[in-house]
C-alpha cells in the first residue's frame, strides 16, 4: 500500500468484542514475559516474532494467534494459562474485522485473504515491512499535520495489517524497493537501522523475497511510480496505484496485465534477491 493509503477520515470500526480479549491476552503476555526476565527483542526471537510484533501483541492492536500463544505458553512457563485462551482466540478471529477507513476496507479484506503480494515502492518502506517506529515518523511528518490520537490509531491499523504474514497458509510476497527507500532516514538514524533490520527479518521468510533496484540503473522500466499487485482467493489478480491521496484499484484485466508485465520486467532488472539481502546488511553495517 502506498503511504497516503491511510490518511484519509475515518469511520469508527463496528463493535464486535474481539479487542478486548487481545488486550487482556497482550496484559497477560507482557506481565508473563517481564516475570521471566525476557526483552521484547529476546521473546520475540524465542517465538519467531520481531520486537515491533510483540509490542502491538502486549498493546493488543495485533492479534495473538493460537501458534504464537502455544510458543508462549512453554517459553515463558506459562503452565497451560496461555493454551487455555486459543478456543476464545479461533472464534475471536472468525469475529474480527479490519481497523481501517471505511473506504479502505475493500482493499484491506482483499489484501488480508490475497493469495499473492506484489509490491513497488519507490518513497518509503511499504506498509506491510515497516517497523512502529518508521510507521509513526512516516504519520507525524504528514502534512496536514495529525493530532497524536490520530497518529496512534493510524499506527496501530497498519501493523494490524501485518498479520497477513502470520496466515497459513502464507501468501507469496514480493517487493521491489529502490535503492533511496534503503537510504532516506525516515525519523532518524536509528529508526532506519531498526527498518533495515526488519527488512532482513522479513526478507528472511520462505514466502517472501525483497529486491532492490539500485539508483544507478540507466534503463528503469517504471517511471510511473508506486504500485501494488494482489491476487485474491478464486478471482483474478488487479492493481492498486495512488496519487497525492487519491486510490484507485484496477480491475481491468488489459491494464493489470500491462502492469504485472511491467513489475517481472523490473524483478529481472533489479538485484535478486540474495544480493539484495546482501546490499542491505552492508547499509545496515555502516550506520
Known amino acids: 500500500m502506498t503511504e497516503d493509503a491511510d490518511q484519509r477520515p475515518e469511520t ?6 474481539t479487542w478486548g480479549l487481545f488486550t487482556a491476552l497482550g496484559k497477560m503476555l507482557k506481565l508473563l514475559r517481564e516475570r521471566a526476565g ?13 520486537p515491533d510484533a510483540i509490542s502491538a501483541m502486549e498493546r493488543g492492536v495485533r492479534i495473538t ?3 504464537l500463544l502455544r510458543k508462549a505458553d512453554e517459553v515463558l512457563d506459562a503452565g497451560g494459562l496461555l493454551k487455555e485462551a486459543i478456543p476464545e482466540v479461533e472464534e475471536a478471529m472468525k469475529k474480527a ?8 476496507r475493500g482493499y484491506a479484506a482483499l ?3 490475497a493469495v499473492e503480494l506484489h509490491y513497488y515502492a519507490n518513497q518509503g518502506v511499504p506498509g506491510l515491512l515497516q517497523t512502529e517506529d518508521y510507521a509513526k515518523a512516516m504519520f507525524s511528518r504528514r502534512r496536514p499535520l495529525l493530532d497524536e490520537e490520530t497518529i496512534n490509531k ?22 521491489v524497493l529502490e535503492e533511496v527507500v534503503l537510504d532516506r532516514p525516515i525519523g532518524g538514524q536509528a529508526v532506519r537501522q531498526g527498518q533495515l533490520t526488519q527488512l ?3 526478507g528472511g521468510m520462505r514466502n517472501v523475497e525483497i529486491q532492490v533496484m539500485p539508483t544507478g540503473i540507466e ?15 478464486k478471482h483474478p489478480q488487479v492493481a492498486y496505484t495512488e496519487v497525492q491521496g487519491h486510490p484507485r484499484l484496477i480491475t481491468d484485466v488489459e491494464e493489470v496485465r500491462k502492469i504485472a508485465d511491467r513489475y517481472g520486467i523490473m524483478r529481472a532488472v533489479a538485484l535478486p534477491p540474495t544480493e539484495s539481502r546482501a546490499l542491505i546488511e552492508k547499509k545496515l553495517g555502516e550506520l
Request: net charge negative.
Open 12 to 17: 469508527p470500526a463496528e463493535e464486535n468484542g
Open 65 to 67: 494467534r493460537p501458534e
Open 154 to 175: 493510524r499506527v496501530a491499523d497498519r501493523l494490524s495489517r501485518q498479520q497477513v504474514f502470520d496466515r497459513w497458509p502464507a501468501p507469496m510476497c514480493s517487493y
Open 97 to 104: 474485522r479490519t481497523r481501517h477507513p471505511e473506504w479502505y
Open 219 to 233: 534503463d528503469h522500466p517504471n517511471m510511473g511510480g508506486a504500485f501494488n499487485l494482489l491476487t485474491p482467493q
Open 111 to 113: 489484501e488480508g485473504e
Open 38 to 50: 525476557l526483552t521484547q527483542k529476546e521473546f520475540g526471537e524465542k517465538v519467531g516474532y520481531g
Open 200 to 202: 532482513l527479518r522479513i
